[in-house]
């Protein structure tokens, strides 16, 4: 595994975003909290995750050991070169037709705690999935999705970190000629959590995709879904949710390219950020780099509000509290991410609906 | 069936589409003469050869020299494409024609009249406006300023002469819109300046017809770095001070390249309305690098126009700061890349009083293995109270080979602000034109609707001057004519 033999001294020489000098342009990532933690030494525990899975991956649970990656490498930025150093096994999966539940093993720790999984859903197949992670420490967590020729996936990945450890997930997906893959990711905030989804789509795929984020207190998420199509008639409809509560910073944002092999392609491409906190921020920025005049549609939408006067007013006129407004809002559009999940849909609501309760019951 | 009006500007948009072939206006640059042109690595001394030759005061030699020293402190933009390739020691920072400051077009020499007169200035300035500047490589050539301002006691003069001659005024609001540490070449912009329009409306001053300034580079391998600056100052209960400034830029057909660094600045006091159309058709040896930023106080409305049409690259943000309570702005951008050129345009709305208000609208059309960028920011700040903003990007894409990107970025810290952004990418389908085809209309006369209908809901809400030249620009654009704003 030569890749992963990277000098920490090579890595340190690189920054960690490669972007202008624009004085507008901002770090949306809050990298200093992963710089300080990357040196950090202390114990390490797994713990098995509560429920019942098909899959358990990392060192409480099954061996699927893989040896290469295969979306993602080491040199593409700093934080995956990190990812890769303290990386000390790759699981891999692949799935014929079937539902199936994969949790990693939970780490316990004050240090950084790299885990890596690849799912392969084979050609032809007909796979709904759940996959959860709830890590006890800062880290990162590389997810792979492989969808095959022809393949029919749902897909869910569902996030609940502890909330005072910076985290990164870098999730990626390819989605091989006519594959189609209705997918949601969901995630509970950190200190700083940075959510990296790209999705490479080609020849006939179709593509539709949620991700849900949440903040609250002095957390920050920055939640990037970039969407390539590289395929000619590929399909894509990808939409970010970010509610920020409290003095909490959500970032939803990416870029939609449609390349020029990706002639006839269409897209769509929606954020959204809601303000909850009255020191809260929201930041959108939904990108979109068109490189063919040969499209059959491509658009995109951003929008940063509150809960609007006019609802505010109806509803307080039918009794209900300032509170219980936003809760209605929240539940509602929070669980609507999930309705394209089809057979998973409402495990996957369940999950969002009691990592729900938990904030509204307990933590706001 | 639309208006007379809607139907003329159809017809005139269908010929201009169709139309091939026809040589460039302004055609290939010739030689002139010069009295100055200064070369070399940017240095002290040209710094001080520069503002000697003003015979400007000490304060401003300083701020070109702070300005130096930053120049050499900051980096390369990188956030751009392109301009890596400018060797900023290759081309001449002060050009100087020989030809005496005129009062009359008369008194131009004949090679000179004869380049405004093909352009239609002298026309457009009987017919329709209040004032007039004309700045060729560095310096003004003629300044020209209706009675009807006189009277109302504005200031409508070339930049250098402002500071001259009214050192206090321009002390207090010159580089205070624009920091020069923005970028790299703000700060070359702050050492270099040279020529521009120094505009002063009073308290309660409305000027009917708009005032224009037009800036024409002669030469290959030239630095212009004119400076605008506008002050529309408070008003009284009286009513509403309004200017509208119309920008337009053009150069001849050149064997090198030169390069354009302007700036705009724009001060707009309580409740005035100050409106600014630019109508960029610089030629394709040009790299068009423009600065515009305007500050707007309580209730004041500041309106961007950009119609950006030629050059090779070009790279500009208009931007305003809403900096007192019910201030708006509108920014309309119309950007055409026709052939392997780059458009880099966008806007900047910073929200930072309650009740502020923003709307960018931006139109781009690429063809011919163009690039055409939109590069947006609207930033709300804490505090600033039920502020609205609404951006809306569209471009229209007429070939495979063409690109498309929308970069915008909206960062609201304000709870109660409302942001929203919409954009869309459209192409000419092939089952467009087969449709329009099997109705008996040619490909260049759809093309003509498509792109008609494409701009046509923007041009309406324009001033009618700007329509008018816009259009006849971009007719300029569609039948290859070449080079005229």
């Keep these: ?364 | 069936m639309g208006s007379p009006i809607e139907l003329a500007k159809d017809k005139e948009l269908k010929e201009i589409v169709e139309n091939k072939g026809i040589e460039d206006i302004l055609g290939k640059s010739v030689p002139y003469p010069k009295d100055i042109e200064i070369k070399g690595k940017i240095t002290k001394d040209i710094i001080e050869e520069i503002s000697k030759s003003k015979k400007e005061p000490q304060w401003m030699l300083n701020l070109r020299l702070k300005a130096l020293e930053l120049f050499e402190k900051l980096p390369m933009p990188n956030w751009i494409a392109g301009v890596e390739s400018i060797d900023l020691e290759e081309f001449a920072q002060y050009v100087k024609p020989k030809v005496e400051v005129a009062e009359n077009w008369d008194q131009l020499p004949d090679w000179m009249r004869d380049m405004y007169s093909r352009i239609g200035l002298p026309e457009t300035e009987a017919k329709v406006l209040s004032g007039l500047t004309a700045v060729f490589d560095s310096e003004n050539i003629i300044s020209r300023l209706k009675d009807e301002l006189k009277q109302k006691n504005v200031i409508f003069m070339p930049m250098d002469e402002a500071v001259q001659k009214y050192p206090d005024l321009v002390k207090e609001y010159f580089g205070k819109e624009f920091p020069m540490a923005d970028h790299k070449f703000a700060a070359l912009h702050y050492a270099l300046w040279s020529g521009g329009a120094f505009v002063y409306v009073p308290k309660n001053t409305k000027i009917v017809n708009p005032v224009e300034a037009f800036f024409i580079i002669g030469g290959e391998m030239e630095g212009q770095f004119e400076h605008t600056l506008l002050v529309a100052d408070d008003n009284s209960s009286f009513g509403t001070s309004y200017i509208h400034f119309i920008e337009g830029c053009a150069a001849p057909v050149l064997r090198n390249y030169s390069f354009h660094d302007g700036m705009v600045e724009i001060y707009a006091g309580k409740n005035s309305q100050v409106y600014f159309s630019t109508l960029q058709n610089w030629s394709r040896s040009i790299i068009n690098f423009n600065n515009k930023r305007a500050i707007a106080e309580e209730n004041a409305h500041v309106e961007w126009v950009e119609g950006s049409i030629g050059s090779k690259m070009t790279y500009t943000y208009p931007s305003t700061v809403l900096r007192g309570r019910g201030a708006s702005t509108k920014n309309i951008s119309i950007g055409i890349s026709n052939g392997p050129y780059i458009k880099d345009v966008g806007s900047k709305a910073i929200h930072a009083a309650p009740d502020t208000k923003s709307m960018i609208i931006s139109k781009s059309i690429s063809s011919n293995g163009g690039i055409a960028t939109y590069r947006g920011l609207v930033k709300v700040l804490k505090g600033a109270e039920r502020s609205f903003s609404h951006v809306q990007c569209d471009s229209l894409i007429l070939d495979e080979k063409s690109q498309a990107y929308t970069l915008p970025r909206n960062e609201v810290d304000e709870p109660t602000a409302i942001v929203s952004h919409e954009a869309t990418v459209g192409r000419l389908g092939e089952d467009q034109l087969f449709y329009m085809a099997s109705r008996g209309i040619r490909e260049g006369e759809a093309k003509a609707l498509i792109v008609n209908g494409f701009i046509r809901d923007v041009l309406k809400s324009l001033p009618l001057e700007t329509v008018s030249i816009l259009t006849r620009v971009i007719g300029l654009e569609f039948s290859e004519l070449g080079s005229v704003g």
């Design chain 1, 1 to 364: 595994m030569n890749s992963f033999e990277i000098n920490i001294e090579n890595i340190k020489k690189h920054k960690w975003q490669d972007i202008g000098d624009s004085p507008t342009t901002k770090y949306y990532t809050d990298w200093s909290q992963y710089e300080k933690i990357l040196n950090k030494q202390g114990e390490l525990k797994f713990e098995k995750p509560n429920g019942k899975f098909d899959f358990i991956v990392g060192p409480c649970g099954n061996s699927n050991k893989a040896y290469e990656p295969k979306l993602i490498k080491p040199e593409e930025s700093k934080l995956a070169s990190y990812h890769f150093y303290y990386l000390n096994e790759i699981n891999e999966i692949n799935l014929d037709s079937g539902e199936y539940a994969i949790s990693f093993c939970n780490p316990i720790s004050e240090r950084w705690v790299s885990q890596h999984l690849i799912v392969n859903i084979k050609e032809n197949s007909n796979v709904s999935l759940l996959i959860y992670e709830g890590r006890k420490s800062p880290g990162s967590s590389v997810i792979e999705i492989n969808a095959h020729k022809n393949s029919k996936s749902n897909l869910a990945i569902l996030l609940d970190p502890e909330i005072k450890y910076p985290t990164a997930y870098l999730i990626r997906k390819a989605i091989y000629s006519q594959a189609s893959m209705n997918s949601m990711t969901f995630s509970t905030p950190t200190l700083m959590n940075r959510i990296e989804e790209k999705v490479v789509l080609f020849d006939n795929s179709i593509f539709n995709h949620k991700s849900l984020t949440l903040s609250y207190k002095n957390s920050r998420v920055d939640n990037i879904i970039d969407t390539i199509q590289v395929g000619r008639n590929s399909d894509s409809d990808v939409s970010g949710l970010g509610f920020a509560f409290d003095s909490s910073l959500s970032s939803v944002r990416g870029t939609d390219i449609i390349t020029y092999d990706g002639r006839k392609s269409r897209s769509n491409f929606i954020v959204e950020a809601i303000i909850l906190g009255n020191s809260a921020r929201a930041y959108t920025m939904p990108m979109m780099k068109i490189e063919t005049g040969d499209v059959i549609s491509a658009t995109h939408k951003s929008a940063q509000y509150r809960v609007s006067d006019d609802i505010l007013f109806y509803l307080q006129s039918r009794g209900l509290t300032y509170e219980e407004i936003v809760s209605l809002l929240v539940y509602e559009k929070s669980l609507s991410m999930a309705n394209h999940l089809e057979n998973i849909k409402e495990k996957v609501q369940e999950f969002i609906k009691q990592k729900l309760d938990r904030i509204f019951k307990n933590q706001l």
